[in-house]
Nanobody, 123 residues
Framework: QVQLVETGGGLVQAGGSLRLSCAASGRTFSGYSMAWFRQAPGKEREFVAGISWSGASTYYATSVKGRFTISRDNAKNTVYLQMNNLKPEDTAVYYC????????????????WGQGTQVTVSS
């Protein structure tokens, strides 16, 4: 059974940093892209960042570009999201997800999700 477990969320002041991790287990993820999404209260889940299997290609939502960095360690089956210069509007539950093949910005294209980790940014 495939499992994704996110860690690293918490409470931070505006301008601070957090690093999220998502550890995958249950199968090899060769050929799979991974992504981070987030969902704020009362809002739809939205794409944050994605990364190709090799890690050579990365993709970001406009709202986080230049502040967030996605990376992966395939030897550890883990994807990371380094979040710098956090803003109150970044407050949300952050989810990692995996899909076979090319990355997608669409929630519907991912069939495996983690349980989420809360990120709260105070002003």
């Amino acid at each position: 059974q495939v499992q994704l477990v996110e860690t690293g969320g918490g409470l931070v002041q505006a301008g601070g940093s957090l690093r999220l991790s998502c550890a995958a287990s249950g199968r090899t993820f060769s050929g799979y892209s991974m992504a981070w999404f987030r969902q704020a209260p009362g809002k739809e889940r939205e794409f944050v960042a994605g990364i190709s299997w090799s890690g050579a290609s990365t993709y970001y939502a406009t709202s986080v570009k230049g502040r967030f960095t996605i990376s992966r360690d395939n030897a550890k089956n883990t994807v990371y999201l380094q979040m710098n210069n956090l803003k109150p509007e970044d407050t949300a539950v952050y989810y990692c997800a995996v899909r076979r093949g090319y990355y997608s910005r669409s929630v519907d294209q991912y069939d495996t999700w983690g349980q989420g980790t809360q990120v709260t940014v105070s002003s």
